[in-house]
């Protein structure tokens, strides 16, 4: 075990993007595999498409996006410790999370084929994820920022992301189901009208 570890650290710092993208990746299909076992209780009808998407978003676009995020955060100087920590997770929540929710969701309606539902769709999940992320991620944050070598930070987030990214899973397919409702009921109204 220790020299997977070894050769996973070593991995991280020779190939950040690759290391990072297959560890994010991974993470978001595993979440989404929970979301539908352990939540949804899916069993043989399990949507594999599904894990599949979240996969592809969590490793094609979340993790690039994230990479250089934590690149940049790191490469910024501040003169003390307690500042560093401070504007870094004031930065990450402030400004990542707000539009990392946002893509998620209409990400999610896009690679599903539903790019009409992407609005609505934030519309019923963005505050609620958003609040929840906060609660979720200043503590990780503080503790990622204080505690966590550079090269190590993001995949210690995702290591907490596991379990943020089963509740994400079970948020999307929830708001999802209110999109759909909503772009039906539009479709009546323009049928009627």
């Not at 990542?96 to 769709?121: D, H, N, T, W, Y």
Request: net charge positive.
């Amino acid at each position: 075990m220790a020299s997977l570890f070894r050769a996973y650290n070593a991995m991280l710092i020779r190939r950040p993007m690759l290391a990072q993208c297959g560890t994010v990746a991974a993470l978001f299909g595993a979440g989404d595999i929970i979301a539908q076992q352990a939540v949804e209780r899916k069993g043989k009808e399990h949507d594999f498409a599904r894990t599949a998407r979240l996969a592809f978003y969590g490793g094609a676009i979340f993790g690039p996006a994230m990479t250089k995020w934590y690149q940049l955060l790191n490469r910024i100087q501040f003169s003390t410790p307690t500042k560093a920590i401070v504007y870094r997770v004031g930065l990450d929540q402030c400004i990542l999370a707000p539009g990392a929710v946002l893509l998620f969701f209409g990400s999610m309606a896009v690679l599903e084929g539903k790019p009409q539902e992407a609005i609505p769709r934030i519309g019923a999940g963005y505050v609620p994820t958003l609040l929840r992320n906060w609660a979720v991620f200043i503590p990780t944050q503080i503790i990622n920022f204080w505690l966590v070598p550079p090269h190590l930070r993001f995949v210690f987030v995702s290591v907490v992301a596991l379990f943020w990214n089963t509740y994400l899973s079970v948020a999307n397919s929830a708001a999802k189901k209110l999109a759909a409702s909503v772009t039906e009921k539009k479709e009546v109204k323009k049928i009627e009208g």
